[in-house]
């Protein structure tokens, strides 16, 4: 059915204000075993670490290493109080960024380092729908009252943009261009990318049934791609899940 696109605008506000008059979004407070989780802000240009805390060891390897962490934009996590109830955000949410350091050694010096730190966040749909609107763009829902849960579930479906905006479109590639440091070795990073594994040869000797571990990574090899950690020559695998197995580490060659 068609609606016009003076309706959609005006249900969307409409809809707006609901939200905005019947919550109200506070700063959810991280706690001290959470604060390393703290979001940061993205700084553009990359800089340079002039203070490292510990011993950086002589045969460290060189390169750029890269980690795709939670950060929510707005100033952190934040929990909703209304009428219904209260609920809140898991503090490991938030919008994908990439931290990106890039570690040389000085030649000639033993244990003299350079370090540059560079981030980026990743360009996904509610990143750049949240940046347009410059406020929060769904409601928390992981945690709190059944009733503010259900009822925040439901807007955020509503309030969706987008059908896809819930689907992993961001193009984590041309993000790692934008955080490169360096030239010449995102090619062999992404190589990979398209690997597909053919067979799980071996398991760690923790209390885990082998058939079952391989049985339930074969089925979820396929639909990885967003969890698909690359690096040069090698690619790992992360995934968490609410049932067995609830965490999976793995590689080409064996279920780690």
Same mark, same amino acid.
């Given at each position: ?64 290493? *890269?980690?795709? @962490?939670?950060? $929510? ?7 909703? +109080?209304?009428?219904?109830? /209260? &609920? ?92 490169? *440091?360096?030239? @010449?070795?995102? $090619? ?7 690997? +597909?594994?053919?067979?799980? /040869? &071996? ?54």
């Amino acid at each position: 059915m068609y609606i016009p696109k003076a309706m959609k605008e005006t249900s969307s506000k409409l809809l707006d204000t609901f939200v905005d008059f019947n919550f109200e979004i506070v700063d959810q407070p991280l706690l001290p075993s959470q604060s390393n989780f703290a979001p940061v802000e993205e700084i553009g240009e990359a800089v340079i670490v002039t203070e490292i805390e510990g011993k950086i060891l002589d045969d460290f390897p060189e390169g750029v290493y *890269i980690r795709n @962490g939670s950060n $929510p934009l707005f100033g952190g996590l934040k929990s909703s +109080k209304s009428i219904f109830g /209260k &609920s809140s955000h898991l503090w490991i949410e938030g919008e994908g960024m990439l931290h990106a350091l890039y570690i040389t050694k000085e030649r000639g010096k033993r244990s003299k380092w350079n370090m540059l730190y560079k981030n980026k966040y990743v360009e996904t749909d509610t990143v750049n729908m949240e940046k347009n609107r410059k406020k929060l763009g769904f409601l928390p829902n992981m945690e709190g009252d059944a009733l503010v849960v259900l009822m925040a579930t439901f807007l955020n479906l509503v309030l969706k943009k987008d059908k896809n905006i819930n689907q992993l479109t961001n193009n984590l590639q041309e993000c790692m261009k934008e955080l490169g *440091i360096v030239k @010449g070795i995102l $090619p062999k990073v992404f190589q990979e990318r398209d690997f +597909k594994w053919e067979e799980v /040869k &071996s398991y760690n000797e923790m209390n885990m049934l082998l058939n079952y571990e391989i049985s339930m990574l074969k089925k979820k090899v396929d639909t990885l791609d967003e969890d698909i950690l690359m690096k040069e020559g090698q690619i790992t695998i992360l995934k968490d899940s609410i049932g067995k197995p609830f965490d999976l580490l793995a590689s080409p060659d064996s279920l780690l």
